[in-house]
């Protein structure tokens, strides 16, 4: 084993937070609190028992497997790793400390909620404990006290905490799964022992995409007003752009585990967006011809800022990218939607 000293990732120094960085959440906790979920209790008191079972209780255990030294990855392939590990194991952080937070806040006034909230963040610790137990493979680890301490927290009302993280978790279920199958068929890229655990894992995921469908099938207004079409589109579309703008960033890490990022992209989506034609009222329409090439230009015009941004230039010369991307979002966000057969009323 290479002799190098452990570091442990704080800040990177220069590292700039963006739109496409991996955020910490806060929200409303006293209206979160008052939510009346009796509409549909039992569903909800269904998946809590789900949780309760902790079907992966025993999951994550590191086997002889990981015992393996990791030397062998070149520079370029090891530094793929590590920011691999560490988004990953920031996202599932943030999602540990804002269930975390809603749990302990909510225990009073609504202890079935408080009770769902905390069977996750049970689920996120040991996601986020994995993957920083796994960087310590690679000689570096996540301070996440210090993270926890120095991030800055995004505030989102109840309503778009339910919509993102529906979202997040139904993404994360599809990205999860996907990896697995593809290196299920193709072991001989699967470099790193991670992945063989991404089929239970992902079902934590899904569980919890379930968690906050039930949860949105109480608040009707979430999902049956003409307000609420315009949100699933919005959170459909943000979410879906983040994730392609992020991945094409990241080619190098998708070929290593020998996948196409742009393809591995659009079945995610694809299969996201189906997802949630089982909750929202409205879904994106990605089969539509203008679907995908706009979201390349989306993608162009965040490589040309990213490079405007490398040569120091002003604000001036990144207008003709700022305006390619902006209207490019409008654009998708004005294609028209699919209409789903869900209809929430108060009957359902
Ligand atoms: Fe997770
Ligand atoms: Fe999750």
């Not at 991996?22 to 929200?27: A, C, I, K, L, N």
């Not at 998708?332 to 009323?345: C, N, V």
Request: hydrophobic residues 40%; neutral net charge.
């Amino acid at each position: 084993m290479v002799a190098t000293t452990k570091k442990t990732i704080e800040n990177k120094p220069g590292a700039k937070e963006t739109l496409l960085t991996p955020r910490f959440y806060t929200t409303n906790f006293k209206e979160l609190s008052a939510l009346d979920i009796s509409s549909n209790r039992e569903e909800i008191e269904a998946i809590v028992e789900e949780f309760r079972i902790d079907y992966n209780r025993d999951h994550f255990i590191r086997d002889k497997e990981f015992l393996n030294t990791w030397d062998f990855f070149d520079e370029k392939t090891r530094n793929i790793f590590i920011e691999f590990l560490e988004r990953s194991c920031t996202a599932e952080f943030s999602g540990f400390l804002l269930y975390k937070e809603i749990s302990r806040n909510l225990k009073k006034e609504n202890p079935l909620l408080a009770e769902g909230f905390s069977f996750m963040s049970r689920d996120e610790a040991r996601h986020a404990g994995f993957l920083n137990k796994a960087m310590s493979d690679f000689n570096v680890s996540l301070d996440l006290g210090f993270l926890t301490k120095t991030r800055k927290y995004t505030f989102f009302a109840p309503k778009f905490i339910f919509y993102a993280t529906y979202l997040s978790e139904k993404i994360g279920y599809w990205r999860y799964i996907t990896i697995y199958r593809h290196l299920e068929k193709n072991p001989n890229f699967r470099v790193y022992p991670i992945f063989r655990f991404f089929e239970s894992w992902c079902q934590d995921e899904n569980r919890h995409g379930d968690f906050f469908a039930a949860v949105m099938k109480s608040q009707k207004p979430l999902l049956n007003t003409y307000e609420s079409r315009l949100w699933s589109k919005f959170f459909l579309l943000s979410v879906f752009a983040t994730m392609y703008l992020n991945d094409l960033q990241r080619t190098d890490f998708y070929s290593t585990i020998g996948l196409d990022a742009k393809q591995f992209d659009i079945h995610v989506i694809r299969k996201t967006n189906q997802s949630s034609g089982t909750l929202f009222p409205v879904i994106l329409d990605v089969d539509h011809p203008e679907f995908f090439p706009l979201l390349e230009d989306c993608h162009q015009a965040n490589v040309e800022l990213i490079l405007l941004e490398k040569e120091n230039s002003n604000f001036l010369q990144k207008i003709p990218s700022y305006f390619k991307m902006v209207t490019s979002l409008f654009k998708l966000y004005f294609l028209p939607a699919i209409e789903t057969k869900y209809s929430w009323t108060e009957r359902n």
